[in-house]
């Protein structure tokens, strides 16, 4: 707690005044980076216009964000809380929240292009998914790798979703 104080630039008394304990510190760590994600979410998901490719700006923005330092701190968080302890289970509920809200956002420029709401969510999901596990498998080597795999599957949905499509970028 003191080297977290001597970080931060605030005396430990300080520190203490707004975190009580270390749980208290992690949760707002956590709610933090889960602010930071949804805002850069949400822009991303206002930028899009109707001649944009939703497949390839979703793809982006997942990977943008599991690409982030912010992304492998919260993985680090999440990975040492055991899900029974009220750090594992805030982390799990901010999750879901997180997942629902980005989800919330990308779903009108989906629906609007004629896709059902669950293959809408699915589509949503499936890239989001995909940018998870290659940010995870790869995380040294962020490089045209993933980028080919993302390609790959965004090629896929658009022949499964021709109605979602537009000229990739």
């Known amino acids: 707690v003191a080297a977290v104080a001597k970080a931060a630039g605030v005396s430990p008394g300080g520190h203490?005044?707004?975190f009580q304990t270390k749980d208290a510190?992690?949760?707002?760590?956590l709610e933090r980076i889960s602010e930071r994600a949804l805002k850069k979410a949400e822009e991303d998901a206002a930028r899009i216009d109707s001649c944009d490719n939703p497949l390839a700006v979703i793809a982006g923005s997942a990977m943008a964000f599991y690409r982030s330092t912010e992304f492998l701190i919260y993985l680090d968080i999440h990975l040492s809380a055991r899900?029974?302890?009220?750090?594992?289970?805030?982390?799990?509920?901010?999750l879901v929240e997180q997942r629902q809200a980005i989800e919330g956002m990308?779903?009108?420029?989906?629906?609007t292009r004629g896709l059902s709401r669950a293959q809408a969510q699915n589509v949503i999901r499936t890239l989001w998914s995909l940018a998870r596990g290659l940010a995870i498998s790869s995380a040294p080597q962020a490089d045209a790798d993933?980028?080919?795999v993302m390609e790959f599957v965004r090629e896929l949905l658009a022949q499964a979703?021709?109605?979602c499509t537009c000229s990739y970028p």
């Open 16 to 18: 203490l005044h707004h």
């Open 25 to 29: 510190l992690v949760v707002a760590v």
């Open 83 to 94: 899900r029974e302890t009220r750090i594992g289970a805030k982390a799990v509920e901010i």
């Open 106 to 111: 990308w779903l009108p420029h989906l629906l």
């Open 146 to 148: 993933e980028t080919d």
């Open 161 to 163: 979703l021709p109605e």
